[in-house]
T-cell receptor, first 113, second 114 residues
Framework: DGGITQSPKYLFRKEGQNVTLSCEQNLNHDAMYWYRQDPGQGLRLIYYSQIVNDFQKGDIAEGYSVSREKKESFPLTVTSAQKNPTAFYLC????????????FGDGTRLSIL | DQQVKQNSPSLSVQEGRISILNCDYTNSMFDYFLWYKKYPAEGPTFLISISSIKDKNEDGRFTVFLNKSAKHLSLHIVPSQPGDSAVYFCAAMGTTSGTYKYIFGTGTRLKVLA
């Protein structure tokens, strides 16, 4: 079955550490996205990528970094510069054409120890 | 500045009745609008969408209405079922420098009472 896999489901980080969240898709989608969800808020865009080896900052990119070396993979690194990293992180992909919906993974919940 | 707003954080409806979820937007340049459903600890799943050139789209129990002059869309679920209990997000799709982006509302939690 095609889909998006995010791992791990739960992640704990110590203060000052970088952590990387994995996102893999086998839908052959060109576009991939990372969102952050906080309680009572919508999904806020962190980074997105329309093609391999290219990505753009979203609305809240500070303290985060990404790479897109393969079409299937779009890992997100939460750096120590992100002052409030505790949140639910969602990865999505889409064909990249107008009107096409995004497909989401089941998310990673990051907590600070 | 919130470009997509869902002003009702929660809604309770009796099983079998109609559920109406509302969404307002500010940017008249959005091309498409989408509704997603989300269960706890899972990612959102796509429900239904509507092009900005249409005013209605229907898929089974789900119908989305778009009022462009009022910059308002709504999702109707008829009849509502207990399994519909979830958080519903509306999203608007537009282009920025040739790139498609999705802007989400804050969600409405629907509870369907048996």
């Amino acid at each position: 079955d095609g889909g998006i896999t995010q791992s791990p489901k739960y992640l704990f980080r110590k203060e000052g550490q970088n952590v990387t969240l994995s996102c893999e898709q086998n839908l052959n989608h060109d576009a991939m996205y990372w969102y952050r969800q906080d309680p009572g808020q919508g999904l806020r865009l962190i980074y997105y990528s329309q093609i391999v080896n290219d990505f753009q900052k979203g609305d809240i990119a500070e303290g985060y970094s990404v790479s897109r070396e393969k079409k299937e993979s779009f890992p997100l690194t939460v750096t120590s510069a992100q002052k409030n990293p505790t949140a639910f992180y969602l990865c999505a992909s889409s064909i990249g054409s107008v009107g096409q919906p995004q497909h989401f993974g089941d998310g990673t919940r990051l907590s600070i120890l | 500045d919130q470009q997509v707003k869902q002003n009702s954080p929660s809604l309770s409806v009796q099983e079998g009745r109609i559920s109406i979820l509302n969404c307002d937007y500010t940017n008249s340049m959005f091309d498409y609008f989408l509704w997603y459903k989300k269960y706890p600890a899972e990612g959102p799943t796509f429900l239904i969408s509507i092009s900005s050139i249409k005013d209605k789209n229907e898929d089974g129990r789900f119908t989305v209405f778009l009022n462009k002059s009022a910059k308002h869309l709504s999702l109707h679920i008829v009849p509502s079922q207990p399994g519909d209990s979830a958080v519903y997000f509306c999203a608007a799709m537009g282009t920025t420098s040739g790139t498609y982006k999705y802007i989400f509302g804050t969600g409405t939690r629907l509870k369907v009472l048996a």
